[in-house]
Every structure is written in structure tokens, then in C-alpha cells.
């Protein structure tokens, strides 16, 4: 995502003030997380979802649902979208183009920081100054009623004053993301009373929830899932925004959180599975299997090729054990050493990665590299021997003929248990859980690294994610080339119970209900689309 400018001055609001106010953290996996709450919709059709033997509640999407559109954002006029970095162009468009299809006269505008270079961007998919539909922030947030705040995190922790101050009252605030609480908590403060917060985050980049709202068009609808949270509620009108919010951008499903658990998750998913720990996986198992013999461009094949383009295809349509359960002899055995050698490395790292941001402490990891952003400029990572041998491989690649490493499936799966396992145990609900740490792996962001690279995408995510992927995927590298790798050279015994328990795993269950629930159409990265990718020059 693109920073602005006022990333600079983010600092003036006091980045000392930042306290890592530890909040204490549930061991025992519960249904019973305040994220989740029975949620009500007299607009559309809220379904009860068996997610483990635990009840959660959805509503399901589809373009069948926009003609309830103009009831559910009733009393809405105007909707201002303040940011252009990986959310605002997908949302905006997305929105734009499902008010209209339902007959709504709502006006979208997008508001940005004056002199911003995304002004010529936003205007080449349809937004303009001389349609009113295009100006700077502060005159959009005053015209809105749902002002749409995607400028990045660190940018919403440095301007949150003023843009409080800019909204008309009676505004709802909108957000994407919970960090902007974890901020205001973390200072002792909180957004104003008088006004309706509510929270629409899609689990994926903003690029695939453009793309797959355009290739869903014939299908009744296919996009990312998105979890809502109703975190001020003055109105009484909350939760039925929210959900118009979500079928608008073509979610197929909406779970409720909080916004709370909602940046809890993300921020942690993020430096986990999502991408910190993938790359961490990719360039430990890289040198691995060079060790081992293996040409440089057969490793790459072994490790990455391995885990985008098979292992995750898998997970994504038939569940997590389906990898497992289609492995046969000593190819399942291999699995076995991998997997019980690397879930508990792998989980002290991602329970360190929950801990810091539950403290605050990762949130300010992010605010003071916001500090030192102008003069230390983030570089890129891709010119390391990984990702150059990988952009060969990709150019001569032919799909049908990409292994499933056994190996890499059980560091992979290993990892995403491990994540898995410390949501359940913090008390995140089942939807939360696979949505953060399966669905938007394999449904969003896989692809993409698929199609250009595990660097690719980790130079040109979001800020936020970018900070905690630099910074915690050499802790994933280090580890498990240290005590995972070397269990299973020094020939440990696999440790049955940990297979056991991974075979009986009650999200095995989650997981497949959430795949009945997946969009027909499979993400098509390079297809034509108004959207595009933020690429890092």
C-alpha cells in the first residue's frame, strides 16, 4: 500500500505513548469469543453454520442479494472511499458498480491527500473530478455518510484526529481493518461516541477482490470473504450497513467479529501462514534440499512450486487433510517426520508472533518503522538467489508437471496447524480461524505468489504486513532449519500423539463446510481486470 505523506509526521501524535498493555490470553478452545455474538437481519437471510460441532452464523452473498441493497444502506446518500493503496480501488469499484446494478442513487467518491499521484489512477477507472466522484480527503469525509477509511494503518494512527473532526454528524465510520483500535486502546483513547463504527475486512489483497468480483459476474457472484463488526451501534442501523457493505464488494459469506479479534487475527495471520512463515519455509527448504543435491532450480520446484502450486490447490477445494490422506507409503511417512519435526517450532514462533500483538507490541513495531520510513526507504527482497532461480523456473513452467514435495507438505501443514491451533486457543471462533489462517492463504494469496513470487508479494503488501513479514520470516527460517530439519537428520522418532491429534483435528470439519461455501470460480491472476497490482519500482 502507498503511504502517505503524513506517515512522516505520524510521530508529532507520540509514538511513546504506546504502552504494551498485555491483555491476558485464554487457553482453552471455546465457542464463547467475545467476537462472537448472535447478530440479527431483518434485510437479509442470517444462516446457522456447524463449524465443528460449534453454531456460527453467516449470511451468504450473491449478486441475487442487490436488489435488498438500496434497504440496507437506507439513509445513505453519499459514501466517501479515503485512500487509493490495496483495498480502496477494488471496494470502491466493486461498490460503485453494485449500487448501480441495484438501482441505488448513491454517489462514491474517493478522497485523497492533495497532490497524491493516485489521482490520475483513480481516474482511470472512472472516477473524476468533474463527475464530483474525485477530491481531496478532508472535503470527501465532510460530504459522506459512510466514510470509508482504507488509507493505511499507520497513516489512520497519525490523522485519526482529523478525520473525527471532518465527519458530519451522523456518520458511520467505516474500516477494513481493526488496527486503528488496537491504536486508540493501546493510548488510552477511542473513537467518538456519537457516531456508528463499523468494520467490513475482506480476507484477501484488494486486487482479488476486484478480480474475482469481475470473473464472478455470470456466476451469481463470486469474491473474498469478508468478516463484518458492529463496534458502535448509535443508530440501530449498524449491522444492516454492514452486511450491505459485504454483498456490495461479492463476499460469499460474511461471519461477525469484533474489531478486537478482528486485528488480532489479521496482524497475526499476516506474519504467520499468510506470508511471513511461507517465506520463511520457502528459503529454509531451498537451501535444504540444495544440500541435499538438488540443483537450484529443482529445489525451487521442491519447495515454493510445491506449496503454490499444489499443496495449497489441494487445502483449497478438499481441506487440509486432504493433502495428508493423498499420500501413500513412504511418501506419507516422510509427511509424518516433517510435520511432527516442525508443528511445535513452528507454533513457539507464531505463539511469540500472538503475544506481541495482543501486547500492543507489534502495532508499535509498526508505528516506529513508520518513524524511520524516510530515511530508511523499504527496499526489495526479490534479487536473492531464491527469487531469481524462481523467476527462471516460473518462465519455463509447465503445471502439470509440479510435484507435491512430502517434505514441504508436512513443514507447510505443520505451520498452518500450529497457527490454527493458537487462534483456538486464544478463544477465536472457527470462521475467524480458517478464514485468517487457510482461506486467504490458499484462495487469495497463494495464487498471486504463484504468479509472481512469494517476494513479489512481500514487497507489495501492505505496509502493515510487509513490516511483520520481513520481520518474523527469518525467525521461521532460522527455526526450523535449526530444531526441525535437524530433529529429523538426527533421525527423532515422529511423535505419534502429534499425528493423532492432526488426524482427528476438529477444523478438518470447519474446513470443509468453508470449502461447500467457496465461490465456484478459482482467482484468475493474469486475466484482464481495472485493477492492478502495486508494483514496487
Known amino acids: 500500500m502507498k503511504l502517505s505523506l503524513a506517515l512522516g509526521a505520524l510521530f508529532a501524535t507520540s509514538a511513546a505513548a504506546f504502552a504494551p498493555n498485555a491483555a491476558p490470553r485464554a487457553v482453552s478452545v ?24 460449534t453454531k456460527e452464523q453467516i449470511v451468504k452473498g450473491g449478486r441475487d442479494l442487490f436488489p435488498l441493497l438500496p434497504k440496507a444502506f437506507e439513509g445513505i446518500k453519499e459514501i466517501g472511499v479515503i485512500g487509493w493503496g490495496s483495498q480502496a480501488p477494488a471496494q470502491a469499484q466493486n461498490l460503485r458498480d453494485s449500487l448501480v446494478e441495484a438501482g441505488c442513487d448513491i ?16 481516474r482511470e477507472v472512472g472516477f473524476s473530478e468533474d463527475a464530483d466522484t474525485l477530491g481531496e480527503m478532508y472535503d470527501i469525509i465532510g460530504k459522506s455518510d459512510l466514510v470509508m477509511l482504507l488509507i493505511s494503518d499507520a497513516a489512520q494512527a497519525a490523522l485519526y484526529k482529523e478525520v473525527f473532526a471532518a465527519m458530519k454528524p451522523g456518520a458511520t465510520l467505516g474500516l477494513s481493518h481493526g488496527f486503528l483500535l488496537g491504536y486508540l486502546d493501546s493510548i488510552g483513547e477511542s473513537f467518538p461516541e456519537d457516531m456508528d463504527v463499523i468494520a467490513v475486512c475482506p480476507k484477501g489483497m484488494g486486487p482479488s477482490v476486484r478480480r474475482l468480483y469481475e470473473q464472478g459476474k455470470e456466476v451469481n457472484g463470486a469474491g473474498i470473504n469478508a468478516s463484518f463488526a458492529v463496534h458502535q451501534d448509535k443508530s440501530g442501523k449498524a449491522t444492516e450497513l454492514a452486511l450491505g457493505w459485504g454483498v456490495a464488494l461479492g463476499s460469499p459469506f460474511m461471519f461477525e467479529t469484533s474489531l478486537s479479534s478482528e486485528y488480532r487475527s489479521d ?11 511461507v517465506h520463511g519455509i520457502v528459503e529454509s527448504l531451498y537451501r535444504r534440499y540444495q544440500r541435499q543435491g538438488m540443483s537450484p532450480e529443482q529445489a525451487f520446484k521442491e519447495s515454493s512450486e510445491s506449496i503454490t502450486g499444489n499443496i495449497v490447490k489441494i487445502i483449497s477445494t478438499k481441506g487440509i487433510k486432504a493433502v495428508y490422506d493423498g499420500l501413500e507409503g513412504d511418501d506419507k511417512e516422510v509427511f509424518k517426520q516433517a510435520y511432527s519435526a516442525s508443528y511445535l517450532p513452528s507454533k513457539e514462533i507464531l505463539q511469540e508472533i500472538y503475544d506481541e500483538v495482543s501486547s500492543g507490541n507489534e502495532i508499535r513495531t509498526v508505528i516506529m518503522h513508520g518513524k ?6 523499504v527496499g526489495k527482497i526479490d534479487g536473492t538467489d531464491t527469487w531469481i532461480v524462481g523467476e527462471k523456473v516460473r518462465s519455463e513452467r509447465d503445471e502439470s508437471e509440479i510435484t507435491l514435495n512430502p517434505f514441504t507438505a508436512g513443514v507447510y501443514v505443520a505451520t498452518m496447524m500450529a497457527q490454527i491451533d493458537v487462534l483456538l486457543e ?9 478464514n485468517e489462517s487457510v482461506i ?3 484462495d487469495s494469496l497463494c495464487p498471486y505468489m504463484h504468479y509472481r513470487g512469494v517476494a513479489f508479494m512481500v514487497d507489495n503488501c501492505s505496509f502493515t504486513a510487509k513490516t511483520g513479514s520481513r520481520k518474523w520470516a527469518p525467525r521461521f527460517d532460522y527455526i526450523l532449519d535449526q530444531l526441525a530439519y535437524t530433529a ?5 522418532p515422529v511423535n505419534e500423539d502429534l499425528i493423532s491429534a492432526f488426524e482427528d483435528h476438529r477444523v478438518h470439519a470447519a474446513v470443509e463446510e468453508c470449502c461447500k461455501l467457496r465461490p465456484t470460480v478459482d482467482i484468475s491472476v493474469d486475466s484482464a481486470s481495472s485493477t492492478k497490482e502495486i508494483v514496487i519500482e
Open 107 to 122: 454517489k462514491v467518491r474517493i478522497g485523497l491527500r492533495e497532490g497524491s499521484s493516485s489521482f490520475e489512477e483513480a
Open 440 to 442: 486467504e492463504a490458499v
Open 267 to 277: 496482524i497475526y495471520g499476516e506474519r504467520g501462514i499468510l506470508l511471513g512463515a
Open 488 to 492: 529429523v537428520d538426527n533421525g527423532k
Open 30 to 53: 471455546s465457542s464463547s469469543s467475545s467476537a462472537l455474538k448472535a447478530f440479527s437481519s431483518t434485510i437479509f437471510d442470517v444462516r446457522d453454520v456447524e463449524f465443528a460441532e
Open 426 to 434: 486464544a478463544g477465536h471462533p472457527y470462521s475467524e480461524v480458517v
Open 372 to 377: 524511520r520510513i524516510n530515511k530508511f526507504p
